[in-house]
């Protein structure tokens, strides 16, 4: 069984511009959410992704926006980055169904450096 | 919206001994409560789950209670180890569609030899 996977593992960005992580479920699952982790902090909800839409999204502007593919890969950009944008941004697979609130599995996340 | 609380920040306890991590939630609509372990430098990893319709769940030395009425659940670990140290997140979550999970603050564990 492949767990998740993100890339790439660190990033230094300037502000303003644009960036694109990426991640790739774990096999068998079929839904994808974004996590943002500051320093010390619990990672914050971002958005989720389900048959390749965006089904919830947390309190996040719109420069945050993200893809999902037929794979159940996804993709998370953003835009106009400013210094608060700097995180670790965990990815999360999971099997969504009749049963809902399935286990959430995380990758080991993009480190993510504005200067 | 979801609030979860968590306590203590940090928490040193002597090898063997057993350790406690509490959280609350604000909304009783909420019925999901999964733990995460993160090692510095790691991915959180899920170590338990509960559900709201079970009060109590026990893995080897990890066992989560959760009390409805009063909205909070509480991690316990017993015959605690050294690798037991690392931060831990308790989260909650509501099915309404998108499964948002809401995180604590985390409790920093150090298991002292």
């Known amino acids: 069984e492949t767990g998740v996977t993100q890339s790439p593992t660190h990033l230094i960005k300037t502000r303003g511009q644009q960036v694109t992580l990426r991640c790739s479920s774990q096999s068998g699952h079929n839904t994808v959410s974004w996590y943002q982790q500051a320093l010390g902090q619990g990672p914050q909800f971002i958005f989720q992704?389900?048959?390749?839409?965006?089904?919830g999204r947390g309190n996040f502007p719109p420069r945050f926006s993200g893809l999902q593919f037929p794979n159940y890969s996804s993709e998370l950009n953003v835009n106009a980055l400013l210094l608060g944008d700097s995180a670790l941004y965990l990815c999360?697979?999971?099997?969504?169904?009749?049963?809902?609130?399935?286990?959430?599995?995380f990758g080991d996340g993009t480190r993510l450096s504005i200067l | 919206g979801e609030n979860v609380e968590q306590h203590p920040s940090t928490l040193s306890v002597q090898e063997g001994d057993s350790a406690v991590i509490k959280c609350t939630y604000s909304d009783s609509a909420s019925n999901y409560f999964p733990w995460y372990k993160q090692e510095l430098g790691k991915r959180p990893q899920l170590i338990i789950d509960?559900?709201?319709?079970?009060g109590e769940k026990k893995d080897q030395r990890i066992a989560v209670t959760l009390n409805k009425t009063a909205k909070h659940f509480s991690l316990h670990i017993t015959e605690t180890q050294p690798e037991d140290s690392a931060v831990y997140f308790c989260a909650a979550s509501i099915n309404q569609g998108a499964q948002k999970l809401v995180f604590g603050q985390g409790t920093r564990l150090t298991i002292n030899p």
């Open positions: 509960i559900r709201s319709n079970v």
């Open positions: 992704y389900y048959r390749e839409e965006e089904n």
């Open positions: 999360a697979s999971s099997l969504a169904g009749t049963y809902s609130n399935q286990p959430q599995h």
